[in-house]
């Protein structure tokens, strides 16, 4: 495994000819889910980049990115473990010299949900991905379900500036209670863990209802905010939306999925699932 820390190395490495490249962006402090998409990657893949860097463009002034957990000694331990190839590590004055000024915006679909909340997040993400991209020039990108709105977001940039990366969607890892996995789950105390909880508990208390015959999307949503409120948490937004397009949904079929973001003291999680029984 090759770890790169200049930006013009990564830029001109010659990858063998004819061969795939697939890659994984990620912030580091890495978990199952990081792994589980290297992991697609091996196997669809004949080479597997990962890149680390905890992006400062997509956390906003009151966020938490100067207490982002970091741990990249054990990262790159767990990286080389699964075979890859090239883990790229920028700093963040290549990524974001003096005088950087060109942003890169999603509009409508980074304006909803978490992009409400956490204004300008998209478009740092949009940003950062667009340049590793043009870094890395992958075939392929591995992305976990987890950040749907953000797999959206990225496929659409993708097929609006004609890039010929594809993203790959990989499904959530779970711990065993169902709790999503996340970099930010370190930050929770054994007592907010518990709480934590409620967001998936909400959306599997939906599929259950959705699964005996309940379709109005108003009524699952009221029903899932009450769970998460009970149990302790603090609701950002809970929604049931068209997962091909994130379009408002009244009536449950089978393209419904339920998004929710809640604050678990001061964490915020995100968790979705599809309603469709076929998922
Ligand atoms: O999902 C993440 O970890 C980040 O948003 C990403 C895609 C690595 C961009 O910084």
Redesign the pocket.
Known sequence: MQVIRSLSQMMQLNYPLGKSVGFI???GYLHRGHLSLVEASKKECDITVVSI?V?PA?FGPREDLSSYPRNIDRDLKQLEKLGVDYVFIPSEGMIYPEGFNTWVEVKALSEILCGNSRPGHFKG?CT??LKLINVVRPDKMF?GEK?YQ?LMILKKMLRDLNLRTRIVCCPIVRETDGLAMSSRNSYLSTADRALALSLYNALMQAKKAVSEGKTDAHMLIALAKQTIRIAGANVDYVEILDSRDLSEQETIDEHSRMLIAAYVGNTRLIDNLSLSSGE
Request: aromatic share 8%; no cysteine.
């Open positions: 962006p990620t912030m860097f992006n997509q993400v950062i991905v992305m950040d953000q």
